[in-house]
């Protein structure tokens, strides 16, 4: 039987080795090339967990609270784990609320990869509980992983954020996001507006 760091080591290589396929930097990227800046292994908190959380920082209406518990509802057991979030430009503070309000602020973190996106290279889109697998017409494809954050640049894909990127599962071609700045499925938690 392994050790829990035995474990972690099994993890963070296969990790490595998943991600050589990916371009490291936010590089200008042609059609096919991902503009990674970020990668890492998340463990979130309990969604119960995240909204006691969120009342205690007191950064949120009561209002606010019970859409995401409503938007939770309804997307189901999948819905807090599975995050797409588009950053539509740099900010410390948008940043830190980003990740409260996402519950990425209380997760359990690893970095795989150091951060490497810088101004000009936002937007940004955070994955949380994907794998970006490639990217072609118009559209990126991505692989569930639970415990799994990649972060992509979209300047070279769509600085406007007007293009409609779809967001596809490669493995079944299943459509999860018809327009990346706009909207994604309801088992999706999905935001995309400028934090």
């Known amino acids: 039987m392994r050790n829990a760091s035995e474990i972690v080591s099994l993890v963070f290589a296969g990790c490595v080795l998943g991600f050589s396929s990916i371009a490291p930097h936010p590089a200008a990227a042609a059609e096919q ?7 890492g292994i998340i463990q979130l908190p309990s969604f ?9 920082a007191k950064r949120y209406t009561a209002e606010d ?16 784990s599975s995050q797409i979030i588009v950053q539509e430009a740099q900010s410390g ?13 209380d997760a359990t973190y690893r970095n795989i990869t150091a951060w490497t996106c810088e101004a000009e290279d936002y937007p940004i ?4 509980g ?14 569930r992983e639970k415990d799994i954050v990649n972060v992509i640049s979209l300047k070279a894909l769509d600085p406007e954020l007007d293009k409609h990127l779809k967001v596809k599962l490669s493995e079944s ?23």
């Open 93 to 105: 503070s948008g940043t830190f609320d980003l990740r409260l309000s996402h519950g990425l602020t």
């Open 173 to 195: 071609d299943k459509l999860i996001c018809e327009d990346i700045g706009e909207r994604c499925n309801d088992d999706i938690f999905h935001d995309a507006h400028e934090f």
């Open 48 to 56: 119960a967990r995240h909204i006691a959380n969120m009342r205690k």
């Open 130 to 143: 994907f794998r970006v697998r490639k990217i072609e017409d118009n559209t990126i494809y991505v692989s």
């Open 33 to 39: 090339k991902i503009a990674l800046c970020h990668a």
């Open 65 to 80: 609270i019970d859409r995401l518990i409503a938007r939770n509802r309804k997307g189901g057991p999948a819905f807090f």
């Open 125 to 128: 889109v955070y994955f949380v």
